[in-house]
């Protein structure tokens, strides 16, 4: 089928005077700027490390909206179709966009060099002129039609199922409070979607243009057993056995790089899991559809650091387990962090060395002689007005804050992004509106400010200081 | 022929449209706060202290992670800065970030590395709140980063009130603006 769909396209990416078989590998090296471009804008040149398509169409193809600009939507199955206003439900579609014939080989060429579409209107200045050849755009064609919007198997008429992990360590008690506040908000969620789906089949308008992606939801606990190996099979079995559109919260004290990996590889947007440390990933590991609150020891040293500077210690050392990867890298690219000879070597001569031992609850104490402050990614207890009228609403005012603000932040992001999902429901579409949206999102956790943006992974960019014994957190920003 | 003429007119529009990318105002700013503000070097400066000085400033707002127009105003604005090297026209260049929790100086020499940007050009970063009260002064703020404004601001000499230059004018249009100013 896949060798038919192939042949297809170069059939249909036929031109004027000759066909070119497009190689979508090719394509996707210039979409991603593997492969760089020579391009102008405005006049001036903008550079190959920031003139790749995907920067402002997205990963997903399916483009945005930021600023005043209307980024249009450019995947094959809206590109070389003719457009109308109605083209691409809740897509960015842009003026210069409406109206136009479908694109050809040849007409998307002329518009990548000269900037003018099919229906003869000039793109915006922001759009860059490109140097590419007539191969070059055969090969983004090849790769703007493999995109072919298939809905994920997640995703059934009548319903969306979403999960949650549940890692063996975790306490009952913090897994039910985790679990109480999602199912909460679903069914209030699927108690509104009824109406929405009986208004969806109102009028023709309303069938066609508003409410099509409304769909109950039905959360999975994915409770994982036994030793962490062994995860990676058992997610593929829970997978198997009823595929989910995306993961919501989640709680692990454990290692969580099996849940990570299963949502890179299964495209599954996968929010604000809560955890005592972030995965142990390698360089191979992709981070695109893992959201995350907060980097844990990462954040937690650049604050350390921060603190020390302002205390004009120059030399620190690192006290107690930290995986040996952490280490090396702080070794080498800071000269201020000392190995354990060294700092022997220093003291000896008289300086200060300050000491940074991250704890067992991935909080960090730093102390410089007397002094002392302790760094943590979320202080014991959260106040948070919005979420704790929403608790009391719902009857879980009991439950820990800290939990039931966390997993109402996730769930709430997972509705944010569904609402803005077209036809196809693309994850990295969805994704994509969080990155955008979730800083004007209400925050009903403890961190002071959540935001993410293109290639941002975590939300909250500081971490909680106390300074000596005391109980008194304050956030600070490295 | 009804739609013909409809037609002519969308084009019309259209085009007038691309001419005029932009719109210029003058505005008036108020005098800058004390902010500390991090440069690339990790080094403290003053706004107000680097607008004390008697040259023509060029200042624009951006943020590392933007997926719009800050890499093609950064690119335009380059461009410009070299062709004003050429006349012999000192300018003075700021960029502020809008997006400072993830705009580290490190951070922002990364995004800046591939511009080819000359001597002064400085892109700042700072506190939170600092960077918000600048952009709520230049009146930038959107609400979020990814509503930010296309906004160039040209401050043609000490004392003088800003131009301000909102939406995508090409390098032709701001090397006249800020020469003839």
Redesign the interface.
């Known amino acids: 089928v896949l060798s038919l769909k192939a042949l297809l396209l170069t059939l249909l990416l036929v031109s004027g005077e000759r066909a070119i078989a497009g190689n979508a590998e090719r394509g996707k090296a210039l979409y991603f700027g593997k492969t760089t471009l020579s391009a102008q ?11 790749a398509c995907v ?2 169409h ?1 990963h997903s193809a399916l483009g ?6 209307v ?1 249009p939507a450019i995947a094959g199955r809206f590109l070389f179709q003719p457009a109308s206003p109605l083209t691409g439900h809740s897509l960015p579609w842009a ?2 966009q409406q109206e136009r014939p479908a694109y050809t080989l040849d007409s998307l060429h002329e518009a990548l060099t000269t900037g003018v579409s099919p229906a ?3 793109l ?3 759009m ?1 002129r490109y140097q590419l050849t007539r191969e070059d755009v055969a090969d983004l064609s090849a790769y703007l039609s493999q995109l072919d919007g298939r809905v994920p198997p997640g995703v059934r008429d009548d319903k969306i199922y979403l999960a949650t992990v549940i890692t063996p360590d975790v306490q009952e008690t913090d897994s039910q409070a985790m679990l109480a506040t999602l199912n909460a908000f679903i069914r209030a969620k699927n108690a509104a979607t009824r109406q929405e789906l009986a208004r969806s089949r109102v009028s023709a308008r309303s069938q066609q243009q508003m409410y099509r992606n409304y769909r109950s939801w039905e959360l999975l606990p994915w409770r994982l057993t036994g030793a962490a190996h062994t995860w990676p099979q058992q997610l593929e079995t829970l997978f198997t056995q009823q595929p989910v559109f995306g993961m919501v919260s989640g709680m692990s004290g454990a290692d969580w790089s099996a849940i990570h990996r299963l949502c890179e590889s299964r495209e599954l947007p996968c929010l604000f899991a809560q955890l005592r440390q972030v995965p142990q990933l390698t360089e191979q590991d992709t981070a695109f559809f893992n959201v995350y609150f907060h980097s844990g020891l990462a954040t937690h040293l650049s604050v350390a650091e921060h603190w020390l500077k302002s205390k004009d210690v120059m030399h620190y050392q690192l006290q107690g387990p930290l995986p040996a990867p952490t280490q090396l890298a702080l070794l080498n690219q800071n000269s201020a962090w000392l190995s354990d000879e060294l700092a022997s070597s220093v003291k000896s001569k008289g300086a200060v060395v300050a000491l940074v031992k991250p704890q067992p609850d991935s909080s960090v104490e730093v102390s410089i002689g007397q002094e002392s402050i302790r760094i943590a990614d979320a202080p014991p207890a959260v106040v948070n007005a919005r979420s704790n009228a929403w608790l009391l609403k719902n009857g879980l005012a009991h439950l820990p804050t800290r939990i039931t603000g966390m997993a109402l932040q996730a769930v709430t992001a997972m509705a944010e992004i569904l609402s803005h999902a077209d036809l196809s429901f693309s994850a990295a579409y969805c994704l994509e509106r969080l ?3 979730l ?2 999102m209400p925050n009903y956790t403890g961190y002071e ?1 959540l ?1 993410l ?4 992974r975590f939300a909250a ?2 971490s909680f200081v106390a300074l000596g014994g005391s109980q008194q957190w304050t956030w600070w ?2 | 022929m009804k739609a013909r003429i409809l037609t002519l007119a969308l ?1 019309m529009t ?2 007038w449209a ?1 001419a005029s ?1 932009y719109a210029q105002r003058v505005q008036d700013v108020g005098a800058i706060g004390a902010a500390r503000l991090i440069a690339r070097d990790g080094r403290v400066h003053s706004l107000a202290q680097d607008l004390e000085s008697p040259e023509t400033v060029v200042l624009n707002f951006f ?1 590392t ?5 800050c ?2 105003q950064t ?2 604005l ?3 800065q070299k062709r004003l090297m050429q006349r012999n026209k000192k300018v003075r260049f700021i960029s502020l970030s809008i ?1 400072p ?2 705009d ?1 100086p490190d951070a922002i020499r990364k995004f800046v590395s ?3 940007i000359g001597a002064g050009w400085q892109f700042y970063t700072g ?2 709140d600092d960077m918000l009260q600048l952009q709520k002064q230049f009146d930038v703020y959107r ?8 906004v160039v601001l040209i401050r043609s000499s000490l004392g003088s009130k800003w131009l301000r230059v909102e939406g ?5 249009a701001l090397e006249r603006l800020v020469v003839a100013r």
């Open positions: 804008v405005s006049g001036a040149d903008l550079p190959g490390q920031r003139n920067s402002c997205r945005g909206f930021e600023a005043d600009l980024v003026i210069e003869g209107r000039r915006r200045s922001v860059p990155e955008h949206g800083e004007s400010r935001s943006a293109p290639g941002q960019k500081g920003q490295p | 084009l259209s085009s691309i990318d943020f992670s933007c997926s719009s127009f890499s093609t690119a335009t380059a461009e410009l997006d929790d993830s580290t591939p511009f080819g506190k939170f609400g979020s980063k990814a509503a930010h404004a296309p995508y004018p090409d390098l032709a």
